[in-house]
């Protein structure tokens, strides 16, 4: 079955410095999200993406998160300038047209900012 | 902001008791999905309920929407040590594919 797969599956960074999480969403799915998740807390959205743009987002995703498309079977989250609290499970994941689809996830990428 | 809240937070229970757990929310959902996650891994369809009143079986499990479409349960029949995990549930406001808003989760532990 196909799956959404993510890379790395921990990285650790220096606060201040850049990240990119990378995720190959399912290849005929046309909806893209990423969440987090801090360690025992809840699955928090952070944007979606769909048609090369972002159509939504929330208020986590600020001026520091970028996404990115760059060849229509990646997709990454890049953190400019990490900070300790940015410090989680880093969820990617897809679903396909079909209303009422299900969201794939990936195992995630654990990111710890030191 | 559409909260989804999840009760218990924590359940541990023997093998062969039932249990529920509840997803709450003020808001209407026009779907709501339930998910499990194991340590180390992405969250696991278990199952949508789209229609108020609906009720989903999946073996030992029994879900159900509630009639206004703002909560839901999960019920597990004779809980086994393999249903041990992270339950959440998650709803999605509109069928435009916009974000799904996960519950606070439920952690279940069953002991043999």
């Known amino acids: 079955e196909p799956e959404v797969t993510q890379t790395p599956s921990h990285q650790v960074t220096q606060m201040g410095q850049e990240v990119i999480l990378r995720c190959v969403p399912i290849?005929?799915?046309?909806?893209f999200y990423w969440y987090r998740q801090i360690l025992g807390q809840k699955v928090e959205f952070l944007v979606s993406?769909?048609?090369?743009?972002?159509?939504?987002k929330s208020e986590i995703f600020d001026d520091q998160f970028s996404v990115e498309r760059p060849d229509g079977s990646n997709f990454t989250l890049k953190i400019r300038s990490t900070k300790l609290e940015d410090s989680a499970m880093y969820f990617c994941?897809?679903?396909?047209?079909?209303?009422?689809?299900?969201?794939?996830f990936g195992n995630g990428t654990r990111l710890t900012v030191t | 902001t559409q909260l989804l809240e999840q009760s218990p937070q924590f359940l541990s229970i023997q093998e062969g008791e039932n249990l529920t757990v509840y997803c709450n929310s003020s808001s209407v959902f026009s779907s709501l999905q339930w998910y499990r996650q194991e340590p180390g891994e992405g969250p696991v369809l278990l199952v949508t309920?789209?229609?108020?009143?609906e009720v989903k079986k999946l073996k030992r499990l029994t879900f159900q929407f509630g009639d206004a479409r703002k909560d839901s349960s999960l019920h597990i029949t004779a809980a086994q040590p393999g249903d041990t995990g992270l339950y959440l549930c998650?709803?999605?406001?509109?069928?435009?594919?916009?974000?799904?808003?996960f519950g606070t989760g439920t952690r279940l532990l069953v002991s043999p």
């Open positions: 993406f769909y048609n090369n743009e972002i159509s939504e």
């Open positions: 998650a709803g999605e406001k509109n069928t435009g594919f916009q974000k799904l808003v």
């Open positions: 994941a897809s679903r396909s047209g079909t209303v009422g689809s299900p969201l794939h």
């Open positions: 309920v789209v229609t108020g009143g």
């Open positions: 290849s005929n799915h046309l909806y």
